[in-house]
């Protein structure tokens, strides 16, 4: 029976070869190319910015094409990566064949491969961010015996002059509809493109946040993805980003990622939904309820959560998004169905009652199995994230819950079931722990914790030092004290780090 996977999958690379991204060969790629008169390949991987680096290749002939897509190539590990000294800088790039996509901006026809990195002795480079990630990712496999899921909900600013037409309510954009969203045709258009570059997207929409400034529209969007191995899912949302940008680029807009663009509007965040499986069994639920094993997930997120912020909120701007009363969390606490806490159960598709037969009165009574759709989410970080480095201290802190003690006893020490911000709970509020208010506070947490993250192997320590000396370079220590109440000086920040991550 044909595969449902490769029935409708948007990936034209998997469409022709009619076969799965996993399954991917060599022999594939070259038969790919030779067959639709590709003339370029693109390798792509993060650098230390977390932003996709690109090196192109013109197909000279056959034997070239096999030689790249064999041996990779050389660069300059200096230029990419802070930690890496001009002294022995030289890295390997290799391809991975899974990863394959067509190019959707090249005029000439180009083949993409994402890449890992390789030192002068042929092993994978210990502080790179994919290979960190691959750490992480078997380090909880071996201790749980479970595999890591994960999935990110992506939001941004589409930014464009104001035609007065249809104006959106301010602050009232969630889910909206054209004409008042302005947006969509070129958030479809991204969700294409970033699922033929094999993305798994869940959906697409219109955030909170919208406003006008100097005739200037700022419109919120997100585009969430399906949960897929962790590793899958970085290089997921890395791909979006900059298949995001280049299509803003292409169309005259222009996007941000950004944690805070301006005062008294919506921040944009980067939540992360995680699950495990074991024998493709989603291990979150235990007869329709929360698992004691996802409460184990739980606390492990709770006791790492101020050094997750050294991995998710890498920028001064990120701080001023952290703050009361708002959608984003300030305190180390966990519910259910609850958007004022740090970690999010969502609700889960539990009740056990089929909605589709009773919006449908036509069809029939459906046994449909809802229990892969649980997750818990998230929801400190943001764009300015290194995505690789952010998922991997998540899988970390989820496999540290598994090595604690009394991991029950924080999860229920740590629950809420209320607005944690409502004046009726201000002393359940005194006993939470509280994230760093900036990256000078965030960088002291992750080097109290440090050894957490660096058991197994999973960050270097060279990678650690690296982290703790970016974010201390903010010196930002009470920055967001100092001009919270001067325009000129947030908007210089704005601006500063409009483009991160």
């Not at 993409?112 to 994978?124: E, P, Q, T, V």
């Not at 007065?164 to 969509?184: I, L, N, T, V, W």
């Not at 979006?240 to 990622?257: C, Q």
Request: with cysteine; charged share 25%; proline share 4%.
């Amino acid at each position: 029976m044909e595969n449902k996977k490769i029935r409708l999958n948007a990936n034209p690379v998997v469409a022709y070869l009619q076969k799965p991204a996993a399954e991917f060969t060599r022999a594939d790629l070259i038969r790919f190319v030779e067959e639709n008169d590709i003339k370029m390949v693109n390798f792509m991987y993060p650098g230390g910015d977390g932003k996709l680096k690109t090196l192109n290749f013109v197909i000279n002939d056959l034997d070239y094409l096999e030689t790249i897509l064999t041996c990779g190539e050389r660069v300059d590990g200096s230029s990419l990566f802070s930690f890496i000294q001009a002294g022995s800088s030289d890295l390997y790039v290799l391809p991975r064949y899974n990863t394959a996509f067509v190019d959707p901006f090249a005029e000439i026809p180009t083949l993409c491969l994402l890449c890992s990195y390789f030192d002068k002795d042929g092993n994978a480079l210990e502080s790179s961010p994919e290979h960190t990630l691959h750490k992480a990712c078997e380090a909880f496999r071996q201790v749980t015996g479970m595999e890591f899921h994960a999935m990110g909900e992506l939001e941004y600013y589409v930014i464009f002059a104001d035609d007065e037409m249809f104006p959106a309510q301010d602050q009232r954009g969630y889910h909206e509809s054209g004409p008042y969203a302005k947006g969509g045709a070129f958030r479809a258009k991204c969700m294409k493109y970033i699922a033929q570059a094999g993305g798994q997207i869940k959906y697409g929409h219109s955030e909170v946040g919208n406003f006008v400034q100097d005739g200037t529209v700022y419109e919120q969007n997100e585009i969430e993805f399906l949960p897929v191995p962790a590793e899958q899912a970085a290089d997921q949302l890395t791909l979006a980003k900059w298949i995001i940008r280049n299509l803003a680029y292409e169309m005259g807009l222009d996007v941000t990622f950004a944690p805070k663009i301006t005062v008294g509007k919506a921040g944009s965040g980067l939540h992360i939904h995680m699950r495990m499986l074991k024998d493709g069994r989603n291990m979150m639920l235990d007869g329709g309820k929360l698992s004691d094993d996802a409460r184990r997930m739980i606390a492990g997120m709770m006791d790492l959560a101020p050094a997750i912020t050294a991995f998710g909120n890498k920028n001064p701007m990120s701080y001023f998004r952290l703050v009361p009363h708002q959608e984003a969390p300030t305190n180390v606490c966990w519910g259910d169905r609850n958007r004022s806490v740090l970690v999010r159960v969502p609700l889960g598709w539990t009740s056990g009652v089929d909605m589709c037969s009773k919006a449908n009165p036509l069809e029939s009574q459906a046994d449909f199995d809802t229990t892969l759709k649980q997750t818990v989410e998230m929801r400190s970080p943001d764009g300015s994230a290194d995505v690789y480095q952010l998922i991997a201290g998540l899988c970390v802190a989820c496999r540290h819950g598994f090595e604690m003690a009394d991991a029950l006893e924080v999860a229920e020490r740590t629950y809420v079931n209320v607005n944690i911000h409502d004046k009726a709970n201000e002393d359940r509020l005194e006993q939470l722990a509280q994230l760093p208010d900036s990256c000078v506070a965030s960088a002291d947490c992750l080097e109290r914790q440090r050894s957490v993250f660096e058991q197994h192997g999973v960050f270097s320590p060279a990678m650690i030092d690296g982290i703790i000396k970016g974010l201390r370079d903010m010196n930002d220590r009470t920055l967001r004290r100092d001009i919270r109440d001067n325009h000129k000086e947030l908007q210089k920040l704005v601006t500063r780090y409009f483009h991160c991550g």
